[in-house]
Structure formats: structure tokens, C-alpha cells
């Protein structure tokens, strides 16, 4: 029963997040990541897994959600299946019988392999590969280039040869176990992705950063992909970044992928056209940030993107926060994040001569400095 539920939470590790989700954008994404017949098989086990009420395990899938390459919050979940089956071994029986199929039997033993492959015991040398594997892909991209400015331009089969490398690179940066040697990876490979096939590589790293633990390095690897949105896939790649926010814990590291990603709004430009759902989840994203000073600067960067009354509740939404804010200098500062958009009615009132208060008192002490 133990190995048995070591396997079945292997199996649907790689998707925890989507099924969590349980929405139906998170089932496209999981089928374009997974192939649709393997999302399918894995859905269908977290039915049969969630057919029996036990919220603990629900809480567990939950938890591995939050921090996905946390070993033992991944133990804690392979012990809930494993109760599950100890307390209806007729259960895991038909679990038993479920994970024979053949293309699950495949898969894991797949993935057995690949762990045993890529779980070598010194750090150093999975970067020293991933650089060899950089380099070569450098030096042909340089090829390729140097091809394209000539006249004849490049060959298929440079073209051909160029994409493989770079996506035998990107793969094995991916499967890189360590999060932090997969953050520098991913960071060093971002800026080298490009070609018809882009937005598909940039949303497979975007992938691969949402499983890793430490929230720096993953804010790290996000903001590095922030820069190199573009094209017609922009506006579903913004949303992949926002649909992951509430799976950021730490309020400065959302600050930080937030405020790498407002530059690049002008999706929202047509807010009356249909990007509401959009502009209400960039809202979600920097209300969710703890700090009350960093939430009111994170406000203030989204406040010329809104329209209309969205506009001016989050305006005063920033207001009424930055006002309350106990620390003079730290209030007197975020007053000036918001201070540019206050025109028209309101401006008498109380707040605002908190404001005026608040910024003198900064500009008094910016004097006292110099």
C-alpha cells in the first residue's frame, strides 16, 4: 500500500496545481502540458481519490500547491493516500487496478528513470551540463544569425537544428530538481527564447517556475519572463501569471513580480472591450499584497489602466490606505504614489489635508537630508 501510494501521488504531482484549481482554464492548461490522454487518466485518479471525504487530503494537495517542491509536504500528502487505503483496502484495490493501465504503467516507469537520471549528488555539475548545453545552443543561434544576415539566409536545417537545441535546453532546465539551480537556468535560457514556437517555450518555463519552492528564486525566473511577453499569446501568458498570484505567499515577492508585469498592460487599454476579467484579477493580485505600503504603491502603478468608477474606487481605495498608514515617513511616501491622481471632488477632504500635511513633512525632511 505504501509503494502503491508513493506512485499514484507521483503520478499526479506534476498536475497538483490544476486539479486543485478544478476550473476549466486549468484543465486546458494541464492538457496542453501533460497531452490531453494523460490529464484525463490523472483527473480521473484525483476523482477517485476525492470520492472518499477526507478534506485532509484535499488540505494536502493544497499545501503541496503552495510549496511544490517541498519533499515533505509531498510525504504528507503520499501518507493521506495512504490512509485512504488503509481504511478501505477494497479501495486501493481498485486503485491498484486503475494505475495497471498501460499508458500510466509506461509513464511511471518513465519517470523513474528520469529521477534516477537527473538526481546526480553534486549541484555544480548539473549547471556545468546545462552551460554546455547553453553554449552549444549559443554558438548555433550565432550561426543562424550571421546566416540571416548574409543573402541566402539560413538553411532548413540550421532552422531545424537551432529549435532542437533549444528545446533539449529549455527541457533539461526544467527538469532540474534543485529550485535554485533551476532558477538561474531558466533566467540564463528566457532571454535566448525565441522563434514561431516562442509563447509556447516562455509558457512551459512559466510552468516550470510555478514548481519551485523558494519564492525568490521563483519571482526571480517570473519577472525574468515578464520582458519577453509578446505577440498574440501576450494577453493568455499575463493571465497565466496572475492566475498563479494567490500560490505566492510572500506579499514583497508578488510586489515584485507585479510591478514587473504592469509595464506591460496595455492589454488593458481596451478596458470597455471585454478585459475586465483581466483588470479584476491584476486588482486580486495587488490586493493580496500584505504590506500596506507596497499594496498602495502596487495600486498606484495599475490606477492608469483603469476606467471609469474602477478607477476611482481604486483610487481611493490607495488613498484611504496610504492614509492609514502609521509610520509618518513611510505614509507621507505612499501619499505620493497616489497624489498624481487626485483631481476633481474629494480632493477637501480629510485625507487629502493628511496629504498635504504628509508631503510637506517629506519634502521638509528630502531638504534636511540634502
Not at 496542453?32 to 480521473?44: A, R, Y
Not at 517542491?69 to 504528507?76: G, I, T
Not at 479501495?91 to 516507469?109: D, G, Q, V
Not at 504592469?262 to 486588482?283: I, M
Request: contains cysteine; charged residues 30%.
Amino acid at each position: 500500500m505504501n509503494q502503491l501510494a508513493q506512485i499514484v501521488t507521483d503520478f499526479i504531482e506534476p498536475v497538483i496545481p490544476y486539479l486543485v484549481i478544478g476550473s476549466k482554464k486549468a484543465a486546458e492548461e494541464a492538457g496542453k502540458k501533460v497531452g490531453p490522454e494523460v490529464w484525463e487518466l490523472e483527473n480521473q485518479l484525483w476523482g477517485k481519490l476525492c470520492s472518499r471525504v477526507r478534506p485532509e487530503l484535499k488540505e494536502a494537495a493544497g499545501d503541496l500547491v503552495v510549496a511544490p517542491s517541498d519533499p515533505e509536504l509531498k510525504q504528507v500528502l503520499v501518507r493521506e493516500v495512504l490512509k485512504s487505503f488503509e481504511m478501505d483496502p477494497d479501495f486501493a484495490k481498485e486503485i491498484s487496478a486503475f494505475m495497471e493501465e498501460e499508458l500510466i504503467r509506461k509513464l511511471t516507469a518513465e519517470k523513474r528513470m528520469t529521477a534516477f537520471q537527473q538526481s546526480p549528488a553534486d549541484k555544480t555539475g548539473v549547471l556545468e551540463e546545462f552551460n554546455k548545453l547553453l553554449e552549444e545552443f549559443v554558438a548555433k543561434y550565432s550561426i543562424v544569425q550571421e546566416s540571416e544576415r548574409l543573402e541566402a539566409g539560413p538553411g532548413k536545417e540550421e532552422i531545424m537544428e537551432k529549435e532542437a537545441l533549444m528545446q533539449k535546453t529549455l527541457d533539461f532546465a526544467s527538469r532540474i530538481q534543485y529550485g535554485d539551480a533551476r532558477s538561474l537556468a531558466l533566467s540564463l535560457l528566457v532571454p535566448h527564447l525565441e522563434g514561431p514556437g516562442k509563447q509556447e517555450l516562455i509558457k512551459k518555463a512559466l510552468s516550470s517556475a510555478s514548481n519551485i519552492h523558494d519564492e525568490a528564486e521563483r519571482a526571480a525566473v517570473l519577472s525574468s519572463l515578464v520582458p519577453h511577453l509578446s505577440g498574440p499569446g501576450k494577453e493568455e501568458l499575463i493571465e497565466d501569471i496572475l492566475d498563479f498570484a494567490p500560490y505566492i505567499q510572500y506579499g514583497d515577492t508578488k510586489f515584485q513580480v507585479f510591478s514587473s508585469l504592469v509595464p506591460h498592460l496595455d492589454v488593458f487599454g481596451n478596458y470597455v472591450s471585454g478585459n475586465e476579467r483581466l483588470v479584476e484579477k491584476a486588482l486580486e493580485m495587488a490586493s493580496g499584497i500584505q504590506s500596506e505600503y507596497l499594496r498602495v504603491q502596487a495600486l498606484s502603478l495599475l490606477i492608469p489602466y483603469l476606467k471609469g468608477q474602477r478607477k476611482e474606487e481604486t483610487i481611493e481605495q490607495a488613498l484611504e490606505l496610504a492614509s492609514n498608514i502609521k509610520d509618518k515617513n513611510m505614509r507621507s511616501l505612499a501619499l505620493s504614489f497616489v497624489s498624481p491622481y487626485l483631481n476633481g471632488p474629494g480632493k477637501e477632504e480629510g485625507v487629502v489635508g493628511n496629504l498635504v500635511q504628509d508631503l510637506s513633512f517629506n519634502e521638509q525632511t528630502k531638504s534636511k537630508m540634502n
